[in-house]
């Protein structure tokens, strides 16, 4: 995928002065009564100045338990407010999800593909899985759009297309979220026409990293970055490194016809014409990329980065729960599971560990769990 077109933040108008997010808590502020019971109240002095003044020190001990206790009265009632609308905002989530007939159009072993799976199985969305026939691509004759991912989302009587992985997934968040309708959140990522390196017409999408959300449940600057990141560089390194060898490149397509939609003689034909052709393209593609004699260090150097940038302190970018920029860096590396090249990442990097993690979280939210 070619880089994407600049990225143009839609802004939205904030609403109370209380900042939620997403599975987040308010930030408690003490009431009023609560501030009294410490300070008094406005232009009278507080419960220690009376008894400096001679009141009797139990009426302001008293005082000052009475304050506190409001105070964490209050508190613990915002925060148990929180708990009832993060449990309100889930349920509503649920029932927009039901709303949704989703149909994914794809190839099993495209890294793009792999990505919109990773998200809509991590936040059980039940959808239909159409393969594709890569060589005369008749499931997709419908549209005019050529590439895959495309999704088909069904919501009562009308149907919209979804087109490119990171659209899809940003706008079935916002979707989400907001609640906006679907029909409404796509206009927000308008298709446009550029002209790549290679002098080639291709389709881009503005906006597609970024969340139509006001600026109280916006996503991080960090997940959008890498987000962007996995599309245009990790995914970049899957190719040169699967196809890296003759005998790689055969065990590739070997997979590729076992796993896609293919005819017998197609099958035959893609296994060995297409290994073929993949080894040589490699070589180019490395050499556009600048990518170093052994591919294997510009991977192992990705991944390493990676986990850099999630750090020790949390098990995913996203926290306590893979965040979508985790979704996207694993479903662009788990279309080498199986592969030599996914055994010498896992091997000689630290990413394992990470992986798993997301792995098990896409499990245990899956519909089937």
């Not at 930030?27 to 009797?56: H, I």
């Not at 148990?80 to 349920?91: G, K």
């Not at 196809?243 to 003689?265: N, W």
């Not at 034909?269 to 993949?278: D, E, F, N, P, R």
Request: net charge positive; charged share 20%; hydrophobic share 40%.
């Amino acid at each position: 995928m070619d880089p994407a077109a600049r990225v143009v933040r839609a802004l939205w108008p904030g609403g109370c002065a209380l900042a939620w997010r997403l599975g987040g808590r308010p930030q408690p502020l003490l009431p009023t009564q609560s501030r009294a019971g410490f300070a008094g109240a406005a232009g009278g002095p507080s419960p220690v100045a009376a008894a400096r003044k001679g009141s009797p020190r139990l009426l302001g001990a008293a005082a000052l338990a009475l304050g506190g206790a409001l105070g964490l009265y209050h508190t613990a009632r915002w925060h148990l407010r929180a708990q009832d609308l993060h449990a309100e905002r889930s349920a509503a989530q649920l029932s927009l999800s039901s709303r949704l007939q989703l149909t994914l159009y794809q190839y099993k072993t495209c890294p793009f593909c792999s990505k919109v799976r990773a998200f809509l199985d991590f936040h059980a969305l039940p959808y239909q899985v159409v393969e594709v026939n890569p060589v005369r691509r008749a499931e997709i004759k419908f549209s005019s759009y050529r590439k895959v991912p495309i999704l088909v989302a069904q919501e009562g009587e009308s149907s919209q297309q979804l087109n490119d992985s990171s659209v899809i997934i940003s706008a079935l968040k916002t979707y989400l979220v907001s609640g906006q309708p679907l029909e409404e959140i796509i206009t927000y990522y308008p298709a446009m026409k550029a002209v790549n390196e290679q002098g080639k017409e291709v389709t881009e999408f503005g906006n597609k990293y970024w969340l139509m959300l006001n600026e109280k449940e916006a996503q991080q600057v960090e997940e959008m970055k890498w987000r962007q990141w996995a599309d245009d560089w990790l995914v970049h390194l899957i190719s040169p490194n699967v196809y890296r060898t003759p005998t790689e490149a055969l065990a590739s397509f070997d997979y590729i016809v076992r796993e896609g939609k293919f005819g017998a003689v197609e099958g035959a034909v893609a296994k060995y014409m297409g290994a073929a052709a993949m080894y040589l393209i490699s070589k180019r593609l490395k050499s556009r990329h600048r990518l170093q004699d052994n591919v294997r260090e510009d991977l192992y150097e990705a991944a390493d980065k990676w986990v850099a940038a999630v750090g020790k302190d949390r098990p995913f970018m996203g926290g306590q729960k893979p965040n979508l920029a985790d979704l996207a860096v694993y479903g662009v590396l788990r279309v080498m599971e199986g592969l030599d090249a996914f055994d010498d990442l896992m091997q000689h990097t630290h990413i394992q560990p990470w992986y798993l993690r997301v792995e098990r979280a896409i499990t245990e939210a899956s519909p089937a769990h």
